[in-house]
């Protein structure tokens, strides 16, 4: 099996289906996709932006970057970004890397670049033991039928042998034959018990080990020196160093429709500035961080926090990873109080001295809620998102209530809290759906670390060809911008007629 050392980034934008992907829209949008239009938004070079939220998925972001390269092929730049695990270190990347307009290398063909030299599984860093029990698990199919299998056939063996024990014994004084099965039976007995001691104490000690690293089989140390090294490539260093280059205005930013907000007033681009946001979860005070806005909630300065440390926080997937932790926070400091109270309306006393991340999956795994902005009444560009949908087509159409086992219930039951976020969103508005796409995966480990290169590029490739389709049957910037008018006028208009009625009720209480 090849590594990822020998791959290039053609080996994925050269694969048939991504240049199919890219015919269809030049067929229907003509050279350079001139007549393709999904924003209002442009730099001096024509390009398009969109806001973009893109969800977290362990490897199967692999497929994020495919639906970004499409986008950027077609002329699209983004302008407010934010993910979630997976997809906070593609968010990372296109917020860092640089686009090498000499080379026409669009980000995302840099990011597969960074990709393709560095093999997966190195960011499996724990115990040899830990990673070839990975290895395991990732490839046993039916890995947890198969435990349960194994469970219960060792339970059935030494109820046989507990009874094969009574029995012998109580039969030797009277036939001579039992006193054989009895030394058998005994012997096997106690190497099963013996077993089942062993492995007890081996589990024990594990489990300690666990908790002594965070709960986490690995450390993530990998991870987030690789992250480190393409910052550092890209000239990022500091959180300054990221705020700046997230936050640079594209050079000749202009609005095509001239005709927006009358609260803008001459600068029809007034607001619209890049940046960043990057979900985590800290289970010690249990609430949703955004980095790098909250990063002055754990340090004074700036310098005290690399910002690879923020991505690192969000995939940290628990117990595949150790979870990441902030200690000696200065909660004494007013400053650091006051951003407390300020961010998450904390009060000295509650504020602790050290935090726990991990995976931002855990509370918001698609946060496209970051993205709005309710004040806006005429949209110049839209908010697109990127779903990972790894869900069997069954589980969208069977009803399982009353075929759930434990490991299926806990997991739906898991997913229920970490989706509320983002769901409960979407149902309040739901016009945000016009601009997400879906990506099907669910053939795919979102944990196999090890994934073959073949298998990258088939997630590279429902990526690209998922961007394709939305580009050409799903997306339409006029009936979307309409859309996002109405619903602002609807809910002003409701606004004023309750304002309305509350004035009228407060009179006639007067």
Same mark, same amino acid.
């Given at each position: 099996m090849p590594s990822n050392q020998t791959l290039a980034? @053609?080996?994925?934008?050269?694969?048939?289906?991504?240049?199919?992907?890219?015919?269809?829209?030049?067929?229907?949008?003509? @050279?350079?996709?001139?007549?393709? =239009? =999904?924003?209002?938004?442009?730099?001096?070079?024509?390009?398009?932006?969109?806001?973009? =939220?893109?969800?977290?998925?362990? =490897?199967?972001?692999?497929?994020?970057?495919?639906?970004?390269?499409?986008? @950027?092929?077609?002329?699209?730049? *983004?302008?407010?970004?934010?993910?979630?695990?997976?997809?906070?270190?593609?968010?990372?990347?296109? %917020?860092?890397?640089?686009?090498?307009?000499?080379?026409?290398?669009?980000?995302?063909?840099?990011?597969?670049?960074?990709?393709?030299?560095?093999?997966? *599984?190195? *960011?499996?860093?724990?115990?040899?033991?830990?990673?070839?029990?990975?290895?395991?698990?990732?490839?046993?199919?039916? *890995?947890?039928?198969?435990?349960?299998?194994?469970?219960?056939?060792?339970?059935?063996?030494?109820?046989?042998?507990?009874?094969?024990?009574?029995? %012998?014994?109580?039969?030797r004084h009277h036939y001579p034959?039992?006193?054989?099965?009895?030394?058998?039976?005994?012997i096997l007995t106690g190497m099963v018990l013996l077993g089942l001691g062993l492995a007890a104490g081996y589990g024990t000690y594990l489990l300690q080990r666990l908790k002594n690293r965070g709960f986490g089989v690995n450390p993530g140390n990998n991870f987030t020196e690789w992250i480190k090294m393409i910052m550092r490539e890209n000239g990022v260093e500091t959180i300054g160093d990221l705020e700046r280059v997230s936050g640079q205005v594209p050079e000749g930013l202009h609005i095509r429709n001239v005709q927006t907000d009358r609260s803008l007033g001459d600068d029809p681009t007034k607001g619209l500035r890049p940046d960043i946001t990057l979900i985590t979860s800290d289970i010690i005070t249990q609430n949703k961080i955004e980095f790098p806005k909250m990063w002055n909630l754990f340090r004074e300065h700036q310098h005290e926090l690399h910002p690879a440390e923020f991505v690192r926080a969000s995939m940290s997937i628990p117990i595949f990873f150790e979870s990441h932790i902030i200690r000696n926070i200065p909660r004494h400091l007013p400053i650091i109080q006051t951003h407390w109270r300020n961010h998450l309306l904390m009060e000295p006393a509650d504020i602790p001295t050290a935090v726990r991340f991990v995976d931002g999956g855990v509370l918001s795994n698609f946060p496209i809620n970051i993205l709005y902005n309710p004040e806006v009444t005429i949209p110049r560009l839209p908010t697109f998102g990127i779903e990972l949908d790894d869900a069997k087509p069954a589980d969208h159409t069977v009803n399982h209530a009353d075929q759930l086992g434990l490991g299926a219930y806990l997991g739906k039951l898991f997913n229920t809290v970490r989706y509320y976020y983002d769901k409960d969103f979407l149902l309040k508005n739901s016009l945000f759906r016009k601009g997400i796409g879906v990506i099907h995966v669910h053939e795919y480990n979102w944990l196999d670390f090890n994934i073959p290169p073949e298998k990258q590029r088939e997630l590279f490739v429902l990526g690209a060809q998922a961007a394709g389709r939305f580009l050409l049957d799903d997306f339409n910037w006029e009936e979307y911008k309409t859309a996002r008018i109405v619903v602002h006028q609807a809910v002003n208009s409701s606004a004023k007629d309750f304002r309305g009625v509350s004035d009228i009720l407060t009179k006639q209480k007067k």
């Open positions: 980034p @053609e080996f994925f934008t050269e694969a048939p289906e991504v240049t199919a992907v890219l015919h269809a829209l030049k067929n229907r949008f003509g @050279e350079n996709y001139r007549d393709l =239009v =999904v924003s209002d938004t442009l730099d001096k070079d024509g390009h398009q932006y969109v806001h973009l =939220v893109q969800e977290g998925g362990g =490897v199967l972001g692999v497929a994020l970057v495919g639906y970004t390269y499409i986008l @950027e092929k077609a002329g699209i730049r *983004f302008m407010r970004l934010a993910g979630t695990s997976a997809g906070a270190i593609n968010t990372t990347l296109l %917020s860092v890397v640089k686009e090498d307009k000499a080379g026409n290398r669009t980000k995302s063909e840099r990011i597969l670049q960074y990709l393709c030299e560095k093999p997966f *599984f190195d *960011f499996v860093d724990g115990h040899p033991f830990a990673q070839r029990l990975i290895k395991w698990v990732i490839k046993t199919e039916n *890995f947890a039928g198969r435990i349960k299998n194994g469970v219960r056939r060792l339970a059935i063996t030494l109820v046989v042998l507990i009874l094969t024990d009574i029995v %012998s014994t109580g039969l034959l039992f006193n054989g099965i009895a030394l058998v039976s005994y």
